[in-house]
DNA sequence: CGCAAATGAGTTGCGCACAACCCAATTGCG
DNA sequence: CGCAATTGGGTTGTGCGCAACTCATTTGCG
């Protein structure tokens, strides 16, 4: 019998995949100051300022254990506020700063980053991006 | 303008996809005492016993500082050795144990949590890994 | 040969991911 | 109303990823 190969595994083709276009923002956003994850973080606020953490980590299926200390780092460099919602005390808003919703501008030249570094046509974009969806939204296994 | 939105992104569909695959794996990865990473490096040695720290890296796309501590782990857990190479003192090579080489057996186990996790068909299937390859593969963009 | 440059591996530090906790605020059932 | 269960957020600990660094070995050029 033949041992599965590393270069047949799915897995391993989007990991690799996502870690090599991360690497192609890194430069950029190291030149603003972020990261990756706190990058997809304020695509998020620049779409629905003011949502809950935990509406934020529905939207980029992270739990508050990474969000919490992300976010608070994103309020230091002063990109975000928190407050607490008054009608329930648990709740925490997130808030963009004048600061971070002018960083939104600098997002072209992050766009342009993956289109220089990535070679597919636009049908080849569109059709890995649909089944990449498909792959992350699947619903957990029932064991 | 409008901002360029989260969903439309392909790096944040292949991060949450790649994220998606591995919790599918990760149950019974932890019941065999590995992490992802591991299992990944564990793949490769079973192809190419005794290959070197950098070979291995190359073939990872991982680096010395993700890799030594890795690797140091794997041999805590007796799964694998290392010797450094009688040739060139600098380079160390890792072997597999026969624990280690048995392990492989397990991954039947593992490649049936993809199949049972994701909805793709066998087209689809092979579809993304070709497009997602094309995007691991890419050389680095001259700056 | 002698020595500067390159190479392979390791360490340190930071920021995710994620499991496993904790606690306070809220909900809802009796 | 009273209290147990739930919920939202936070903390702690482990293991990546990756940059930046160190160090020993080896290479190669004069």
Known sequence: MSTARLDDQLCFALYAAS???????????????LTYPQY????????????????????????SGTLSPLVKR????????RRSSTED???VHVHLTDTGRAMSAEVGRLQQCVVDAIDLDADEFVALRALARRVAHLEPTPS
Chains 1, 2 share one sequence.
């Not at 870690?19 to 100051?33: K, P, Q, S």
Request: proline share 0%; aromatic share 4%.
């Open 19 to 33: 870690r090599r276009l991360t690497t192609a923002y890194r430069t950029t956003l190291t030149e603003l100051g």
């Open 74 to 81: 994103l309020q230091v460099q002063g990109l975000v506020e």
């Open 40 to 63: 997809l973080a304020l695509m998020v606020l620049w779409e629905s300022d003011g949502v809950t953490l935990s509406e934020l980590g529905e939207r980029l299926s992270l739990d």
């Open 89 to 91: 005390e648990r709740r």
